[in-house]
């Protein structure tokens, strides 16, 4: 536990100074203690932030950042988001301090955002229905079609590999 705090308050330190605020400057530390609130832009999902059984917010970003304004001695404020996009777009407009929303960290969104250090390690894989065909390699999605969440790392490589002339020539469908 001691270990994920730690990398709590690192990650979010990190990431408090490459947010903005209305003014298009970054809300400082200080200002967050003085203010008493920490605004966090989340999204509902399993690995993020959710109601619980109980009715109440539980999540493993959740947990983190409610551990980190602990130790700050503010409150959380969330706001949730409905998609990755409008996370991204809520950070780059100062709406929030900090995006806890299991964003994968890409060369395009590090040219825009500070991130924190990585707490988990996600491998990217496809699935397919037990009754249609199991792709075993790239080079046999050629040809199918694939659903990916919109502004997704997944949706951003089947967009690379479409640009640079790769393998996959897979139709993409951005929900």
């Known amino acids: 536990m001691y270990r994920v705090r730690r990398i709590v308050f690192l990650a979010a330190i990190v990431a408090l100074v490459g947010c903005t605020n209305d003014q298009g400057q970054a809300r400082t530390l200080q200002a967050i203690k003085e203010e008493g609130t920490l605004v966090v832009l989340t999204r509902n999902a399993p690995t993020t932030w959710y109601l619980g059984r109980d009715g109440k917010p539980t999540g493993p970003e959740y947990d ?6 602990s130790h700050l001695g503010v409150d959380v404020s969330y706001n949730i988001k409905p998609s990755i996009r ?3 777009e809520g950070i780059e407009n100062g709406e929030g301090d900090l995006a806890a929303a299991g964003l994968t960290i890409t060369p395009k969104r590090q040219e825009r955002f500070r991130f924190g250090p990585p707490y988990q390690d996600v491998t990217q894989q496809v699935v ?14 050629v040809g199918l079609e694939l659903t990916v969440i919109a502004d997704s790392s997944y949706a951003g490589i089947v967009q690379e590999e479409r640009a ?4 996959e020539r897979a139709l993409l469908r951005l929900l």
Do not use: T, W, Y
């Open 64 to 69: 983190m950042v409610e551990a980190f304004a």
């Open 86 to 88: 409008s996370i991204i």
């Open 128 to 141: 397919c229905r037990r009754d249609n065909v199991q792709p075993e390699s790239v080079e046999e999605l």
């Open 164 to 167: 640079s002339g790769g393998r």
